[in-house]
């Protein structure tokens, strides 16, 4: 149970950081299909209807608005785009959410899903977290990767390295 609170805890501050830099913002749920006009809010795009990913699209779904509602400054509303594992699925539903005013997008969940979108790079216009690691790396900008995949993160932390041009890096 602490592990998942503090998987919830880190999704959360993960989109308040790149969305704000670091000011809070609390979300609330709307629905996607009801908002007809463009307004600022997180996009979710969640494997919602997908059955053998529908538990693990519930419990990000359920942790976000748990995080949030710990959250009192500002109200930034959440909407949930429901996606499958086709690419061109995925990258339908970010292009909506864009179009539809998202200033964050979280998602999508499958390791295919995160694939399409990281390899589409152009469609990539508004900071993204995706919930998995892409097959092959890109350099995409505004696109991020949550996972807790051993490999990926050592990757990362090395890249960043030599970015800032170290030749050693140390992860705990």
Known sequence: MPRRVFHRFAILW???VLLY???SA???EAAASTETGRSPHI???LPTEWQAFARAAEAVRA???EASSKETVSVLPIRIYAVTDDARNVIDAYRKATAA???VVVGPLTRS???ALS????VITVKTLALNVPERSTGTANFYTLSLQLEAEARQVAQLALSEGRRKALTV
């Open 14 to 16: 993960l989109v308040r």
């Open 21 to 23: 830099g670091g000011v």
């Open 26 to 28: 609390c979300a609330t």
């Open 43 to 45: 996009a979710l795009l």
């Open 63 to 65: 942790g976000f608005f």
């Open 101 to 103: 005013g998202a200033q």
């Open 113 to 115: 899903g995160v694939s």
């Open 119 to 122: 390899s589409a790079g152009d």
